[in-house]
């Protein structure tokens, strides 16, 4: 087993990596920026190192000095969280060429499935279901011609992207100029490449992912479904297991189909396979996150499996310990990102020093997070401030179980997405299951 491992982010998921460690008995390293010289992971670590300026690429996203942190502090092993470097084949390539462990999959694994252009292909070749489209649209007017054949309305998406960045829906053929510019522009800007692809836009969807974990000898499961429908500009708010919309039937399609998509590439460590969900049942593979997923959480409720431990032990080489027959879902968990945002102003960032901070508990409840009173959220990163988790034994209890933690939730100083969610987790269309990715923008919450 390692001995030390140098965690590569910031925030919650950077106590949750070191938390998982200490169980394991390995010893810790975490890394900062200048903001977040007060932040609570640091105090949690055996040993930190300060990398740089908050500005990300004079610190997280800075290889050298990430690498040079892990070789001063002879770390074995890197752990980056879900952040900048988890899906960085680059990254991941240079932590292997200096002999430090890249906890995560292989570098052609998070190549392969980065690329959205060529992660299509591949899937389609495994046998996974996904949307009518195209390859790598090489100008404008190959986009005319492939949208008159799929038919509007179309989906351009960045090749390289990722959390909407260069996405845009085309309704008409008047509309796909402006936004194929638009989408060519943003994906320039955010991943170098300008590259675009173009799908069938599948209008008013679930997004429901699957959870896969493989080990290094050839073996990969799946521990079921998250359904992540409720989301706006595309970045997910809340999420739950089981879905309310998947049977076992479906349930057992979906996760084949995972399984198959993974194995395609050799795949080990934990990973999520996105699906988008059709109101006939229909699903067709949307993206793979090729890293640990902030709604992680409601999973290792439902299963009781350590999702984090799982992909250390599986970096270390150790065979996954765990067959299909395994995994057992037991209840219903839901999660709500507490964001530092003001839901009544577009959800809009809300920096400041939180003045009283108290967390929700009791049964069934779980709190992820780096906040605390008297911390100041640096304005340079992530708004994510906290994770709300609940489990219930029917998906009615954990409603309740939602709702009351929900309110007892108290930070003062900033605003938050808190009150947003005691709308949302209350509203007659969540309550009855009845939920697509449109949730948020149709009912004006």
């Known amino acids: 087993m390692f001995e030390k491992i140098l965690v590569a982010d910031r925030g919650e998921i950077a106590l949750r990596v070191i938390r998982a460690c200490k169980e394991l008995g390995i010893a810790t390293i975490a890394i900062h920026s200048e903001a977040d010289a007060n932040s609570l992971h640091i105090g949690l670590a055996d040993e930190d190192v300060c990398i740089g300026p908050p500005a990300g690429d004079q610190s997280y996203r800075n290889y050298s000095r990430v690498l040079s942190a892990a070789e001063i502090t002879n770390a074995d092993a890197i752990h980056p969280g879900y952040g900048p470097l988890a899906e960085n084949a680059e990254f991941a390539e240079l932590c292997s060429s200096c002999g430090i462990r890249f ?78 510019q638009i989408a060519h522009s943003e994906a320039s800007a955010a991943f170098v490449s300008g590259d675009l692809y173009m799908e069938k836009e599948i209008v008013g969807p679930r997004h429901v992912e699957i959870q896969v974990l493989g080990d290094q000898h050839g073996k990969v499961i799946h521990l079921g479904e998250r359904e992540c429908s409720i989301q706006r500009r595309h970045q997910k708010l809340v999420e739950e297991t089981p879905s309310p919309a998947v049977d076992e039937a479906l349930r057992q399609r979906m996760g084949e189909a995972a399984v198959s998509g993974a194995k395609a590439v050799g795949y080990f460590s934990a990973g999520t396979v996105e699906f988008l969900l059709d109101a006939s049942g229909e699903f067709y593979f949307l ?64 920096v400041g020093t939180i003045t009283a ?87 004006g919450l």
């Open 103 to 180: 906890i995560g999959p292989s570098v052609e694994a998070i190549r392969t499935m980065g690329d959205k252009a060529v992660a299509r292909r591949t899937m389609e070749g495994a046998g996974v279901p996904v949307c009518p489209g195209t390859g790598i649209l090489a100008d404008l007017d190959e986009a005319r011609s492939a949208a008159d054949e799929i038919g509007y309305p179309v989906r351009l998406k960045a090749a390289a992207g990722g959390g909407g960045r260069g996405m845009r829906i085309v309704e008409t053929a008047s509309d796909l100029e402006r936004a194929y």
């Open 287 to 350: 993206e793979m996150n090729t890293r640990i997923q902030v709604e992680h959480p409601v999973t290792e409720m439902v299963t009781g499996v350590d999702l984090v431990k799982a992909q250390i032990r599986v970096a270390d080489g150790e065979p996954l310990g765990l067959s299909q027959a395994d995994i057992v879902a037991s209840g219903h968990a839901i999660e709500c990102r507490v964001n530092a945002e003001d839901p009544d102003r577009s959800f809009r960032p809300s």
């Open 357 to 443: 901070f108290h967390v929700p508990g009791g049964p069934g409840v779980r709190v992820d997070t780096h906040a605390y009173a008297g911390y100041a959220i640096p304005r340079h990163y992530d708004s994510l401030l906290s994770k709300l988790i609940v489990h219930g034994t029917t998906r009615e209890e954990a409603i309740s179980r939602m709702l009351r933690a929900l309110s007892e939730f108290v930070v003062e100083g900033v605003a938050t997405t808190v009150p947003f969610h005691l709308r949302a987790i209350d509203h007659p269309d969540f309550r009855s299951g009845d939920i697509t990715t449109e949730f948020v923008e149709k009912l």
